[in-house]
Structure formats: structure tokens, C-alpha cells
């Protein structure tokens, strides 16, 4: 091949059509219920007036997005009809015509040309090194390739179903936008955002302390600290009306109808339970192994009644709420003053000495884990609001690559019992082998990486699969990351990979 | 990045495509009775686990010839007796046959065979494996090609560095795997000839010859071994593999007779033997220049011509030809990507797309549309096709004014061909010509194919016999 020059972005439709033709051969893979999830919301949004939307419990998988995902997916039903008028049946649950099936996947392909958009901007924003280097090692290409062709997206939306690549694209757009100053389009499409999905609320901390420090406040004093006369109310005005301008066109309509409270117990339905369904990875599961394993061992030892236990198990695999036997109950607010705590130290750093747009991203990263970590029925998927936006770090600093590897090997990694059909494994398998090896070579040639480097990194990732595999009934294994936050405030993650209890 | 891991890549993205076109539809799936090919191999692995090997090709009442009877040599047979004994998941033995014969065999022939940069070699190897025909076939429709179509290949490769007798080894084995290689083995059996020659045949060229062809025979007899004791099995075995009586050609496949079909009735005017008589002829006359430039000249570019012609002239001439025998000629096509990228890769096109109405049958449109669009896209924009368009790149030393029209012509036949798959989709046939879109496709197949025999057969007869030109690179 002509070797294309640096400059010269051909390369970029490339990749992005590469990754859309492979999206499209697995249109007839397998899909989880998230699928009959979106249809059942397709058929609620066109058949039902806006009044009935929030209330609509036909089916199970009720409307729990916010309103102006509710509008999205009324805009994509007036395509549907086109497909399958039968798929916008609110009684016809679990319908999956051929049609439908190839709607609802080629919706999700079409709608990931905003990730695609969002993965130029973020790479025409990246920091590099002057110097002609071959294509393949620039650090703009490793980029556009560890965000087009991430394996957790890939597999969580055009396998499992889901419509995370728009999402993430307009967040890594509202990234790009403050990496490249243009803070009142980030602080929009945030806003726009968290009001398609109010999962990102995790991170909001990091955009609302970002904002006001350094977008507000618009000098420092000479050793970084606030100078509070620099406040300008113009800018803070300005911001306000961004977010009560998106917030009154998404909930307006409902506020006027008095179904506010309706709307919001859908969207933070507290009722479901500590732990999803399967294991996200965080320190809960932890607590409940634990608490699990504390209880076999009182029974064993003849400490504790048997009946007097709780009969539900948390690691069953369904949605509900359970109580502890042994160690103390959690609650919500439980949850979310650990979530709390374990931010602080990030959000406080970038109030008090703020590294400018990139200091807000990491502290982005921190909030996403935090929340990841200590968050209330956290869904194993939401790792990717910490793996994607780290990945422009990941290309720009060494220990960043480093840590990069190690938490998306990991992150990756548990996503597999997403996909449990013997069909898919071969799938599953190869894609993350060629995420796993390319992030590895790009990333060892880019920062010339030594060899102990990756293999410390690739063992700590792979550990526990590798323990998993020689303790049956053991626990997967349990892995300690040190934190990468870079002031010498070190947080313990735990990791746990899939257990089979 | 490194080679390694670039190969890697581009391997684990074509095993990744191969595996998502697998959880498609398959051959025969949910139609009974006679379901399709993916039954066929099945029935063969109880065939052959449940009944003594000489039993294995005949009609007998535990084996009805007429449901999916075998009709591939021997090879085949111990191959699936070989998967009954794990009767898993059957497509993971197409992933597993793959990873070991074919892949490499492409891998090698890219690195060690073909010309340019590391980065090229690496983008051939990225094409080769996303010719979507043999995905396709091999992972759609259902079949072992990968393994035929591979140790072929190995025997290019093997012959290509210089090792003449484990080359003919590895073709013979593919040989006993699907009779359908005779159609590679004249350039096969010309270019060892004419390497004899070349050596002297009073000296080591004679000596060549020998080891040659003990070789074959002696593999030919091991892998017939449990049917050599009784001639009458041997015989049996032939008359599965060569059904003669069964016409000129059966269904719609984009060969001269089909295509003439359309406008004289031959398979009615002539008698059997006639047009057997008819069809042998004009093979032979097809194959006949290209064998004797070979013959002549035996490097490895006029082998791989040599390949090309043969195979196509075999499948637009040869007595009962199938759509899907087009994989033999393409094979030889995809090892010319690197050198001539553009009308490999218009052939290559054609060929998936005289396919069509199979992958229709089978329910493959989206693979067929996908893997159609993601081949043509990279290969040309990888392998630069359109800057190889000159006369000297096109070796069209005679055709001068050719060259300009390609281009334009190329992107027309794309387009031809993407309406013509739209209509076969989306519009019913009218009543009185219920086969019409079959027929059209076949027909603009054949004509392609007919185009590009030509081509490669002027390519190949004007390389001149001493390579006179400095600028000549091919002349290893």
C-alpha cells in the first residue's frame, strides 16, 4: 500500500468502515432481552400518547431512561413502521421478526456514526510528539483503532444490544470539545447526555467541580490556587441556562403533567437490588462473597441456625433485594457515601491546583470508577464509562498505557458471561484476543514498553482466569490495582473475575 | 508494529468474519426433505463411523447412495470419520481445518512468495482471506474448500521454494480430497515436467521425474489403501466421483454450455456422448496454450497463470460443472492480488457474485452483501488497485489504448452487479421466465469470465521466453 502520509486522514473511513461491516455480519448473533427491552419502548412511544409512556407496565421491562431517550426512540419508531409495523404492538412482547431484528441492529450501527464523529474530534485533539513516524505508530491511529473496534463496546452493543455507542459518542464529543476549549458545547452535550441517560450522573461531579473552577473562575493566581475575584457570573448564567433549557425540554413535558415522581421511581428503582443480575466486578460482590462465605462457614462450624438464615442467594443471578446474614445490611445511602469518599480526593484536586481539560478527564475516570466500585446495582457494562475515556490518556502518557492495559484486560474480560451461548464463544474469544493484542503491541511500540512491563500488567490482568480455571468452586480470584491517580492518593481497587459459586 | 503481530490481526479478523458468517443460515437449514449440504456432511460422519470402509461408496440397505451418497474421494471420507468422533459443534472443524492448512499456507505464500514491503505482504494476506467467496461457501453454505483449496495452495508454495517432490506430495493429498483439483493438476503436472526438461532429462532431470512420480503413486496408494484389494470398490469409488451420466450441466452455472443454452437448446439437439465428445474437445483446445507456454517456461508467475487459465478454462468448458467449482479458479486468482491487484480483484467480485443465487437459496444475502462490500472496499484501497492501471502494470504490452477504459468499466460492472443482486432480491420474476435472475447473473458472470480468461491467457502467452527486460521482475 501507498504508505498513507500522517496527514492525509483516508485511513480514518477505513477503520470505521472496517468495524461497521463487521457489526453488520453479526446482525443474526445472538441478543439478550435488552433487545425486546428497546422494542417493547419502540412500541410504547409510538402507540401510547406522552401521558402513558411512564406508565405503561405491560410488559416487565418497563421505560426507565430518561425522557429525551424516550423522544430518540419515537424518532427511530417512525423508521420502524417502515420495517415491521407488528414490532410497535405493545401486546406482541418477545417479537422477533427477521425485519425487526435487522432494524433495531442496523438502528445501532447507524446511530454509532456520532462515536464515530466523536473519535475523529477526539483524535484530532490528541498530544503527540513531532517526528515522521510510520502511520501505525502515531498516537491519533492507536486511538481511533482502541475506540472504533473496542471489544467491550462492540460485544455489549451489537451482540448484547444496547445503545451505548451513540451515548459514548456524545460523551467522548463533550470531552473533545473541553480538550479543545469549547466548554459551553461540552457542558451541553453533557447535559444532552445525562438527560438520554442518567447513568452518567456518576461522572457529573467531575464536570460540574471542572466547570466551576476553571470555566467560571477564569484566572488562577500564580501557584494554581482560586482567585475568587476572577468569578464570572456571565459564564456561571450561561452554564445554568444550558442545563434548565435541556432539563425543561426533557422533563417539561412531564412536570406539567404532574408525573414527575412517577418518572423519577422509574429511573432509581432502589428496589433492585445491591448486585445485577450478573457480577459486576466491584466491591459488593466482594462484601457479598464474603458475607456468603462467612455463613457456610458458621453453619459448618455449627455457629449459626441454618433456618434462621435468609434463603435467597445474591449470587443466583436475579434482579431483587436481599438481605446480609452475617455482615451488616447495605443500604443506598450506604453505597453512596462510599461512592463519595472515594472521589474526593480526584474532584478536590482539580478545585484546588486543576490541571486544565486533561486533569478534568482524569478526574472523569476516577468518578466513573469510583461510582463503578461502590455504586448501588451497578450493571458490569459500566465499566466502559471508565475504559473509554481513558483511552486518550492511555495514548498520551506511559504509566497512563500501563494502567490502560491492565484495566481493560480486566474490564473485558468481565464482560464474557455477558455472552454465554456456546455459539458466540468462538466470537467473544477472537475479539478480545485482537483488542487485547493490538492495545498491547500499538501501546508497547508507541511508549517502547519493556517486556516485565507487559508481563506484570498481563498477569495481573489475567490472574484471576487464571485461578478461576484451578479452584472450582473457589472464588475467581481477587486482584489489587493501585490507583492511578497521579497526587499519592492511592485507592485500593478490588477486582474480582467471574466466580462460580 | 512488528509483522508478527500484524499478521496476527489480520488472522484473528478473518477467523472473527468467518465465525459471524457461520452463525447465518446454512445450506439446506430447515427444509426437508433432502435439507442441503450441511446434512450432507453429517450423514457422511454416520456413514462412515457406523459402517466398514468397503461399504462406505456403495448402495446398500443401511446406505442410500441417493441420500447425499459420498461422492468425494477417500481423503474426505476419513476426514469426517475423524469429526464423528467429536460430533460437536461442525463449524468449529471448518475454524479448526482453516487455522491449520489454509491460513498458513497464505500466510507463507504472502511472505515468502510474493513481492513488495512488509506492510503489502500483510495487506495481501488481509485480502486473500477476505475473498468472500470461499467465506461463503465454507461457513454459509457449508463445506470443507478450506481444506482442499489449502493443501493446494501448500503445494504452490512448497513448489515456489523449491521443493518439488513434498509440492507434488501436497497436491496429490488434495487431489485424493476433492476430485474437483484435477482442474489444477495439469499446470501441476506441466511444471514439474517442464522443470525435468529444463534439468537435462539424460541427467537429474530424469531422476527428478522418478522421485516425482514414485511420490505420487505411492501416496495415491496409501490413501486408497483399504480399497485396493478388491477392484471392483476401486471402481465403485470412480463412478461416485465421476458421474457421466448425469448431462452436460444441471441448474444454472455460468460455463459456455449454460450460457448457450440460452440461445440453442444443446442439451437436447446433442446426444449425451455428443456433447461429452463436444466438451472435451474445446477444454483440451483451451487449456492447450497456456499448458505448452508452461511446459516451455516453468517459473513460478507462469505457474500461477497457468493455474488461473486452467481451472477457468476447465469450468467454463467441462462437463457437469457447479457454481461453486469457480473456487478453484479463484484460488490461483487471489495469489495474483499483489501483482496484478485490479482484474484479481474484478474476477474475484464476479466470482462471489455468480454465486448469488446459491447464497439466496441459503438465506446469505447480508454476509453476501457485507463480505462483498468489505472485499472490495479493502482491496482496493489497500492494494492501491487503481494506480496499477497502466499498460506496463496491466502487461498489455499489445493493447495500447485498453488501459484508459478499465477504470470506467470496472466500476460499471460493479454497478451492474449490485442492481442485478437488488433485483434478484427485491423484484419477482415474471411468470413465463420463472429463472430469469439466475440466468441473467450466470450469464453476466460468463461473461466476465470469459473477458478474463482471455486476459490472463494474453498475460501469460506474451511473457517472452528469455526474460530480455532489465525492468522484468517476475523471472525467478
Not at chain 1, 128 to 149: Q, R, T, V, Y
Request: aromatic residues 14%; positive net charge.
Amino acid at each position: 500500500m501507498a504508505t498513507p502520509r500522517a496527514d492525509d486522514w483516508s485511513w480514518f473511513p477505513a477503520l470505521a468502515l472496517g468495524v461497521s461491516f463487521l457489526k453488520c455480519i453479526l446482525i443474526n448473533a445472538y441478543h439478550s432481552t435488552d433487545f425486546e427491552v428497546h422494542r417493547n419502548w419502540l412500541a410504547i412511544t409510538h402507540s401510547l400518547p406522552v401521558s402513558k409512556w411512564y406508565h405503561e407496565n405491560t410488559s416487565e421491562w418497563t421505560l426507565d431512561y430518561p425522557p429525551l431517550f424516550a423522544w430518540f426512540e419515537y424518532s427511530l419508531s417512525h423508521v420502524a413502521q417502515h420495517f415491521d409495523k407488528e414490532m410497535l404492538v405493545v401486546q406482541n412482547l418477545i417479537y422477533t421478526s427477521p425485519a425487526t431484528i435487522l432494524f433495531q441492529r442496523l438502528s445501532v450501527i447507524v446511530t454509532d456514526i456520532v462515536f464515530i464523529y466523536a473519535v475523529k474530534e477526539c483524535c484530532r485533539s490528541v498530544r503527540e510528539e513531532k517526528g515522521s513516524k510510520d502511520l501505525l505508530g502515531h498516537p491519533f491511529f492507536i486511538l481511533a483503532a482502541l475506540l472504533l473496534w473496542n471489544f467491550g463496546l462492540l460485544i455489549v452493543d451489537h451482540i448484547h444490544f444496547q445503545y451505548n455507542g451513540f451515548l459514548f459518542g456524545i460523551l467522548l464529543l463533550s470531552v473533545a470539545r473541553h480538550l479543545q476549549g469549547r466548554h459551553l458545547e461540552g457542558a451541553l452535550l453533557f447535559t444532552v447526555l445525562l438527560n438520554l441517560k442518567h447513568i452518567y450522573l456518576y461522572i457529573a461531579p467531575a464536570y460540574g467541580i471542572f466547570l466551576l473552577r476553571s470555566y467560571c473562575f477564569t484566572k488562577d493566581n500564580t501557584d494554581g490556587s482560586v482567585r475568587w475575584s476572577s468569578f464570572s457570573p456571565v459564564r456561571l448564567v450561561a452554564l445554568g441556562s444550558i442545563v434548565i433549557s435541556v432539563g425543561a425540554l426533557s422533563f417539561g413535558p412531564f412536570i406539567a403533567m404532574g408525573q414527575l415522581p412517577q418518572v423519577l421511581s422509574r429511573l432509581f428503582p432502589f428496589k433492585r437490588g445491591l448486585c445485577h443480575a450478573y457480577w459486576a466486578p466491584n466491591v459488593w460482590a466482594l462484601y457479598n462473597m464474603v458475607d456468603k462465605a462467612l455463613s457456610v462457614l458458621g453453619v459448618r462450624l455449627k455457629l449459626l441456625d441454618v433456618a434462621k438464615l435468609p434463603k435467597a442467594s445474591m449470587t443466583g443471578g436475579l434482579v431483587q433485594e436481599f438481605q446480609h446474614s452475617i455482615l451488616p445490611s447495605v443500604s443506598p445511602s450506604i453505597t453512596l457515601i462510599c461512592t463519595l469518599l472515594s472521589i474526593m480526593p480526584a474532584v478536590l484536586s482539580i478545585w484546588c491546583r486543576p490541571r486544565g481539560a486533561r486533569g478534568f478527564l482524569r478526574c472523569l475516570v476516577v468518578c466513573a470508577l469510583g461510582s463503578f466500585m461502590f455504586g448501588w446495582h451497578v450493571h458490569e457494562k459500566a465499566i466502559l464509562m471508565a475504559i473509554l475515556p481513558f483511552s486518550i490518556l492511555a495514548v498520551e502518557s506511559r504509566e497512563d498505557a500501563g494502567i490502560f492495559l491492565m484495566l481493560t484486560t480486566t474490564g473485558h474480560y468481565s464482560l464474557f458471561p455477558l455472552l454465554f451461548t456456546a455459539a458466540e464463544l468462538p466470537i467473544k474469544v477472537l475479539l478480545m484476543l485482537l483488542f487485547t493484542l493490538y492495545s498491547f503491541t500499538s501501546l508497547k511500540k508507541l511508549f517502547r514498553l519493556t517486556i516485565g512491563f507487559l508481563v506484570t500488567s498481563l498477569t495481573k490482568a489475567l490472574l484471576p482466569r487464571l485461578l478461576s480455571l484451578a479452584g472450582r468452586a473457589a472464588l475467581g480470584g481477587v486482584l489489587v490495582v493501585p490507583n492511578f491517580f497521579h497526587l499519592r492518593m492511592m485507592e485500593a481497587t478490588v477486582f474480582l473475575g467471574p466466580s462460580m459459586l | 508494529m512488528e509483522n508478527w503481530s500484524l499478521v496476527s490481526i489480520c488472522v484473528l479478523f478473518g477467523l472473527t468474519a468467518r465465525w459471524a458468517v457461520s452463525l447465518n443460515s446454512y445450506s439446506g437449514a430447515g427444509k426437508p426433505p433432502m435439507f442441503g449440504d450441511y446434512e450432507a456432511q453429517r450423514h457422511w460422519q454416520e456413514v462412515t463411523y457406523n459402517l466398514p470402509v468397503h461399504e462406505w461408496y456403495f448402495n446398500t440397505t443401511d446406505n442410500n447412495l441417493n441420500y447425499w451418497g459420498l461422492d468425494y474421494p477417500p481423503l474426505t471420507a476419513y476426514h469426517s470419520l475423524l469429526c464423528a468422533h467429536d460430533h460437536g459443534f461442525d463449524f468449529c472443524w471448518v475454524l479448526v481445518a482453516d487455522l491449520l492448512i489454509y491460513i498458513p499456507a497464505v500466510v507463507l505464500y504472502s511472505f515468502y512468495l510474493s513481492e513488495g514491503s512488509n506492510k503489502k505482504k500483510v495487506c495481501t494476506v488481509l485480502c486473500i482471506l477476505l475473498y468472500p467467496g470461499l467465506i461463503l461457501i465454507d461457513y454459509g453454505h457449508f463445506q470443507y474448500n478450506s481444506i482442499s483449496l489449502g493443501l493446494a495452495l501448500w503445494g504452490v508454495v512448497v513448489l515456489g521454494l523449491g521443493w518439488d517432490v513434498l509440492g507434488s506430495l501436497a497436491f496429490v493429498l488434495s487431489l485424493n480430497y476433492k476430485q474437483m483439483e484435477l482442474y489444477h493438476s495439469l499446470p501441476f503436472f506441466c511444471y514439474l515436467l517442464g522443470k525435468c526438461f529444463k534439468q537435462g532429462l539424460a541427467g537429474r532431470g530424469l531422476f527428478l521425474l522418478v522421485k516425482i512420480a514414485v511420490t505420487v503413486l505411492v501416496t495415491f496408494a496409501l490413501c486408497w489403501l483399504p480399497f485396493l484389494s478388491d477392484p471392483g470398490q476401486i471402481l465403485q469409488v470412480v463412478h461416485r466421483l465421476f458421474p457421466v451420466g448425469r448431462g452436460l450441466f444441471e441448474d444454472k452455472v455460468a460455463n459456455t454450455w449454460c450460457s448457450l443454452n440460452v440461445l440453442i437448446k444443446i442439451k437436447t439437439i446433442l446426444s449425451t456422448d455428443t456433447q461429452l465428445y463436444f466438451s472435451l474437445t474445446t477444454t483440451l483446445l483451451a487449456i492447450l496454450p497456456s499448458s505448452i507456454k508452461l511446459l516451455m517456461k516453468p517459473t513460478l508467475w507462469q505457474f500461477k497463470l497457468a493455474l488461473v487459465n486452467s481451472s477457468l478454462a476447465f469450468f467454463l468448458f467441462s462437463f457437469q460443472v457447479h457454481e461453486k467449482s469457480i473456487l478453484l479458479p479463484a484460488l490461483p486468482v487471489c495469489l495474483l492480488l499483489n501483482d496484478l491487484p485490479l482484474p484479481a480483484i474484478w474476477f474475484l467480485q464476479a466470482s462471489t457474485f455468480s454465486m448469488l443465487p446459491l447464497f439466496l437459496k441459503d438465506g446469505l444475502l447480508v454476509p453476501y452483501v457485507v463480505t462483498s462490500l468489505a472485499f472490495l472496499f479493502f482491496s482496493i484501497y489497500l492494494l492501491s488497485a487503481f494506480e496499477h492501471c497502466s499498460e506496463d502494470k496491466l502487461r498489455l504490452g499489445c493493447l495500447r489504448h485498453l488501459p484508459s477504459l478499465i477504470p470506467g468499466s470496472f466500476y460499471f460492472s460493479i454497478t451492474a452487479m449490485a442492481g442485478l443482486s437488488f433485483m434478484s432480491v427485491a423484484l419477482a420474476p415474471p411468470d413465463q421466465l420463472p429463472d430469469l435472475f439466475p440466468l441473467l447473473v450466470s450469464v453476466f458472470s460468463y461473461l466476465h469470465f470469459l473477458g478474463l480468461l482471455l486476459y490472463f491467457n494474453i498475460v501469460q502467452i506474451a511473457e517472452p521466453l528469455q526474460s530480455v527486460r532489465k525492468n522484468q521482475k517476475k523471472s525467478n
